[in-house]
């Protein structure tokens, strides 16, 4: 991977652009964090949403009932979450059309960064509008994997938006770190879309009446353990590859972070699962599930180009 080499414009910035405050990298980087931390932010409520039944708490879409936009009594403490989660939806949509503006008003012209800034913002009505089909379906357990995968998505635009506005050239890295790091986003990625098939067709459907993906939940459940013991051994060989040859520090110290998350995040998924899957821990679980999307895709960002 390297960095686009951007030559200033020499026309000058015309018409709605001029309100726009130019910004610096810096400021691209904090939008694109606060941009990442709001996803998460909706990855948690969104499952506080499911865990605690309350899938159906607004029953329609886009309104919460046939004649309100708002929940009314009647709904209770699931109408109550359920549009929480909407609200916050409006807050990432803000907040991504924000960190667009600024992408696009930087100088000079960065052509990477507009796409993936670009694509960010444009997965929030996506994800909406799968959110939308979701409640409508009476939460078919496909359509809510769907909708919960499109976050993760999300997440991994902006870290990679963030990592490819350094200013420095990405060093040269050995084939070995490079495969790794790959091998290592392929892993987390099959772990992430088969916990959301775990999650389809275990007990937490998002309301009583909900039926499940129809998945055996034991082989499942074995088949993302299996994934999970996979992606460990390829974590802790590139923690180790990035320890005994010539890799960047910033590449040594996100490996490790990664592999410690891994077994945190490995930690809480054996409790829960021996425990009968009691909601707190699943959504700590989750939690843990989209910070290492974005920690897998800054180790990818951070592989720089082979070694000469």
Not at 203 to 210: C, F, I, L, N, Y
Request: aromatic share 8%; charged share 10%.
């Amino acid at each position: 991977m390297t960095l686009e080499s951007p030559t200033r414009e020499t026309e000058p910035v015309t018409g709605f652009w001029r309100l726009v405050p130019e910004p610096s990298l810096d400021v691209v980087r904090r939008w694109g964090w606060a941009s990442v931390v709001a996803n998460i932010g909706i990855v948690v409520t969104g499952g506080l949403v499911r865990l605690t039944g309350s899938g159906l708490g607004c029953p329609t879409w886009p309104q919460c009932t046939d004649s309100s936009y708002v929940p009314h009594s009647a709904l209770g403490i699931h109408g109550a979450i359920e549009f929480g989660n909407r609200l916050l939806g409006f807050v990432v949509a803000v907040i991504a059309i924000i960190t667009w503006l600024v992408v696009m008003r930087y100088r000079p012209k960065r052509t990477d960064l507009r796409r993936l800034a670009t694509a960010a913002a444009l997965g929030i009505p996506l994800q909406a509008v799968i959110g939308g089909i979701s409640v409508l379906t009476g939460l078919n357990p496909w359509i809510v994997s769907a909708h919960f995968l499109v976050s993760p998505i999300i997440i991994t635009l902006n870290v990679s938006m963030m990592r490819r506005s350094r200013t420095s050239p990405y060093p040269h890295t050995p084939p070995v770190v490079r495969a790794l790091a790959t091998a290592a986003v392929v892993a987390v990625w099959l772990t992430v879309a088969l916990g959301t098939l775990v999650t389809g067709s275990g007990p937490h459907s998002g309301d009583p009446e909900t039926g499940r993906n129809g998945l055996n939940e034991t082989v499942i459940s074995q088949l993302h353990a299996d994934i999970v013991f996979g992606l460990l051994g390829i974590t802790i060989a590139l923690v180790i590859a990035t320890r005994v040859t010539a890799t960047s520090r910033t590449l040594r110290k996100l490996a490790a972070w990664l592999l410690a998350m891994e077994l945190l995040q490995g930690a809480v998924g054996l409790t829960q699962y021996f425990t009968g899957l009691p909601w707190v821990l699943v959504l700590i679980h989750m939690f843990f599930a989209a910070v290492l999307i974005a920690l897998v895709t800054a180790v990818y960002g951070e592989r720089g180009t082979p070694a000469t």
